[in-house]
């Protein structure tokens, strides 16, 4: 991996505007998804095929995630897009792409893959009615992000899945984008064949040497992250760990979807939950409240929990927008997290982590019904 500087000394959000347009004018990429700033003031996921829009309005660190990066991209590439796509993607996205990409939902030939260190995200909403900048409030948090001793803007708070994340740097991407330890510069990683590109396009030098603080300060926030993480599952488990807990905690769910629809990781194009299995006729439903005394509408809906979870645990990577598309603000993602968690080190994996694990769920072993139930040969 090489490391090196942006040819643009501005701010690190003028920096990337120009890196990215820079992309499109000389002809590195056809087009650039990327949040950006829309009319009204704010902030949602935009393809730019004009790069003077896009240094209008782009804003990698944009202070809100309202759309999975990873969900738009395996709408744009789950076939090929026909021109070369730069997907500016958070920590969290780009661990959905690679799951996406695994599970082939993402077809990765034509995508140019670039990852930024991530402060974290606030509520869309909260933030919309707060009438905060987000410009304004992105370079705050990218001024905070130098020492890692980031605070949410005034009055609001971070989404959940945030202040557990544990991986909050770039770690997956043809090219970097870091600003945790760099002092407020943006440093750029990329690998030898990108690099060249770059360098060719006059819109990066490398050679330079890794920040110094940056692994340090990424330690120290990390630590911080896991910490509260195990706070709020342990406060999870005692409200929800049992039967009647976890009743009570998703007692309110109406079987939107919502959380599904939000999910990168639920793919399946045909989804047992839009069927006809679960449209009843009305006597089914009279008749299991005549059996059991009493049947809570809508129906089946910690049979939907379980039914996702089932299908999700071992590739979920906590981007908690499950959580925000609930209307009825259900403890989604904290399950699912705490689930995965277990899952995934059950199975010795970590979604998102490389492009050469296979997907536990799409990875079938002969032996491995008889080692997991211990059951002998006859």
Not at 71 to 97: N, Q, W
Not at 155 to 170: D, G, K, Q, T, V
Request: charge should be negative.
């Amino acid at each position: 991996m090489n490391i090196g500087r942006l040819t643009s000394t501005s701010d690190p959000v003028t920096a990337s505007r120009e890196f990215l347009a820079g992309l499109i004018e000389k002809s590195v990429v056809k087009e650039v998804l990327v949040p950006a700033v829309q009319p009204g003031g704010s902030v949602a996921l935009a393809l730019f095929a004009d790069s003077e829009e896009l240094r209008a309005s782009a804003l990698p660190w944009a202070p809100v995630m309202g759309f999975q990066g990873a969900r738009a991209l395996s709408r744009i590439a789950f076939t090929d897009p026909g021109v070369r796509v730069a997907a500016v993607l958070r920590p969290c996205e780009a661990r959905a792409a690679v799951e996406l990409v695994k599970l082939g939902q993402i077809k990765p030939e034509n995508i140019l893959f670039i990852t930024v260190d991530c402060p974290g995200t606030c509520e869309l909403k909260g933030f919309a009615e707060s009438k905060l900048d987000p410009v304004k409030t992105a370079a705050k948090l990218i001024g905070q992000m130098a020492s890692g001793a980031i605070v949410p803007p005034a009055e609001l708070h971070f989404r959940s899945s945030c202040n557990i994340c544990e991986n909050p740097s770039a770690k997956f991407g043809d090219i970097r984008l870091n600003l945790f330890g760099c002092d407020g510069a943006l440093e750029i990683e990329a690998e030898d064949k990108v690099a060249a590109e770059l360098e060719k396009a006059g819109l990066a030098v490398f050679g330079s040497e890794p920040s110094p603080e940056r692994e340090k300060v990424i330690a120290e926030l990390r630590a911080l992250r896991e910490k509260a993480r195990d706070e709020l599952f342990k406060t999870f488990e005692s409200e929800a760990g049992s039967l009647e807990g976890f009743k009570k905690a998703f007692s309110t769910c109406i079987r939107c979807l919502n959380c599904m629809e939000n999910c990168p990781i639920c793919y399946c194009k045909v989804c047992i939950f839009k069927s006809s299995l679960f449209e009843h006729e009305g006597s089914r439903y009279a008749g299991w409240a005549a059996r059991k005394g009493v049947q809570k509408m809508p129906s089946e809906t910690m049979l939907f929990h379980m039914t996702r979870l089932s299908h999700m645990a071992s590739s979920c990577i906590g981007c908690g927008l499950c959580d925000t598309a609930c209307p009825m603000g259900l403890p989604v993602s904290t399950l699912f997290r705490k689930t995965a968690a277990s899952v995934q080190s059950m199975l010795g994996y970590e979604a998102g982590k490389s492009l050469d694990e296979p997907v536990p769920v799409s990875t079938f072993r002969e032996d491995e019904l008889r080692t997991e139930s211990g059951a002998k040969d006859h």
